[in-house]
């Protein structure tokens, strides 16, 4: 058990470029979440899979943000035409089978969007 | 999605019991409540987690109200490894977690 992993830990872009990251889960988790938070809130949730399904999006996931999970393994977190709003910590969780399963948080990405 | 409340901060001695409060008012009958903690420049880390009754494990007690609208975290004897933003989150029943602003707890030596 080598703990969730996060790629890259930092990324710093400019405006309107298009930016991934990737998150490695525990393996045989099936779930996979991505939350997103800024300096001084707790982190608020933005994506679930159950194995290689998406099964729930947040509101705060606008057309520009997608996220994939193809094999029920890795996930990529794809953001395109970064704004400044954007910048944060993207953190990344994976769990068992069971909803009430405790989360495994990844060590997160920071980005930062000049 | 309504979030727990929590003190914004507290503070503690080391070796000291600490009792961090919750108040889920509108929490639903199948709704488990969650303990994390974030250390500084760390992803949240699970805690403790119940539903109706008492919760123990090796880092905390839970203490859960007979109507559940609040709960208390218990760190028995604090330790300056202590000192994390504490949050008390209401599990949605997909399992995503509903963060707040969570309790900064310091320790002091």
């Known amino acids: 058990d080598t703990g969730v992993s996060q790629d890259p830990r930092h990324k710093i872009t400019k405006r309107g470029q298009n930016v991934t990251f990737r998150c490695d889960p525990i393996?045989?988790?099936?779930?996979l979440y991505w939350y997103r938070q800024t300096l001084g809130q707790g982190p608020e949730f933005l994506t679930y899979?159950?194995?290689?399904?998406?099964?729930?999006k947040s509101r705060l996931l606008s057309d520009r943000f997608s996220a994939e999970r193809p094999k029920g393994s890795f996930s990529t977190l794809e953001i395109q035409r970064t704004e400044q709003g954007d910048s944060a910590m993207y953190l990344c969780?994976?769990?068992?089978?069971?909803?009430?399963?405790?989360?495994?948080f990844g060590p997160g990405t920071r980005l930062t969007v000049l | 999605d309504a979030k727990t409340t929590q003190p914004n901060s507290m503070e503690s001695n080391e070796e000291e019991p600490v009792h961090l409060p919750c108040n889920h008012s509108?929490?639903?009958?199948?709704?488990?409540i969650h303990w994390y903690r974030q250390l500084p420049s760390q992803g949240p880390e699970y805690v403790i987690h119940?539903?109706?009754s008492n919760v123990n494990n090796r880092m905390a007690s839970l203490a859960i109200a007979e109507d559940r609208k609040s709960s208390t975290l218990i760190l028995h004897r604090a330790t300056l490894r202590d000192a994390a933003v504490y949050y008390c989150?209401?599990?949605?029943?997909?399992?995503?977690?509903?963060f707040g602003q969570g309790t900064t707890l310091q320790v002091k030596p």
């Open positions: 969780a994976s769990g068992r089978d069971q909803p009430m399963d405790e989360q495994f």
């Open positions: 393996s045989e988790h099936n779930r």
């Open positions: 899979f159950q194995n290689e399904a998406q099964l729930e």
């Open positions: 509108t929490i639903s009958g199948t709704d488990y």
């Open positions: 119940g539903l109706t």
């Open positions: 989150i209401r599990l949605s029943n997909t399992g995503k977690l509903i």
